[in-house]
């Protein structure tokens, strides 16, 4: 995607924090926002993963560093902050869903869990870099929620609850904070065919997980959603972009898709 001149970040707002770029959605993310000219940290909990990305970024000339955090953790995400004097830009990107039973038989460990990374993780890095964003002058906070944060599905409550949750964090800190200089986007993906999302879901089960995907002939990519978020982003900083609801052209809604076969 092309960046106008325009929308080139300032040089005070060149660092963008993702977190969950050790695979996935983030990893595309930090690629392309390292593309845009941000320099960008990337954090997770695996610490090879985030390390050899950053590796390979900075080997295709980009500059990037990497930092192993886990979100749910506050001390070390305020340690984490605590580096850092101005960042340009958050993307909220570590989450993801645990099980697919219906709410008769959810594991509350698993909604638990969901509600931990996808909410508390949002909440926790959002606090603790928020004066950093704000300190740039021209700030920007991603939430990368789903379309399960805007419409429900049987088998999703739990994770659809979590999606909710963030949903709502976007658009309450985005009311909170209007006048001082920081956006807040939300980007709400469908149907992701990324390595692990579907995995980690269903516990390492590859067979439910290829499941998922099974028939739709184009699933969206990592780097379809990143480069979304990277668009939205890179808008001069008057433009925010409250809500990008992106699905494959397969998907009608959370419910409805079609499949080939
Ligand atoms: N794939 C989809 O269909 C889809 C659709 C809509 C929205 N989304 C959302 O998009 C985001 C990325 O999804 P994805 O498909 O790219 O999934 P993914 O490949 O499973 O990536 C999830 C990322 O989150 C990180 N993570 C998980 N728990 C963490 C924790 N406690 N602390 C720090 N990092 C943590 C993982 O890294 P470590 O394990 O190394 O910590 C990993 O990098 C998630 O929020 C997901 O809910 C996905």
Sequence with gaps: MSTAPSAQPAAASRIAIVTGASSGIG?????????AGYRVVLTARRKDRVEALAEEIRAAGGQATAYPLDVTDRAAVDEFASAFRTIGVLVNNAGGALGADPVASGDPDDWRRMYETNVIGTLNLTQALLPKLEASGD??????????GHGTYEGGAGYVAAKHGEHVLAETLRLEIVGRPVRVIEIAPGMVKTEEFALTRFSGDAEKAAKVYQGVAEP????????TITWAVTRPSHVNIDLLVVRPRAQAS????????
């Design 139 to 148: 700030g920007t906070v991603v939430v990368v929620s789903s379309t399960a």
């Design 254 to 261: 959370n419910t409805k898709v079609h499949r080939e076969g």
């Design 27 to 35: 990893a595309a993310t930090a690629r392309q926002l390292a593309g």
């Design 220 to 227: 969206l990519t990592a780097d379809d959603v990143a480069d």
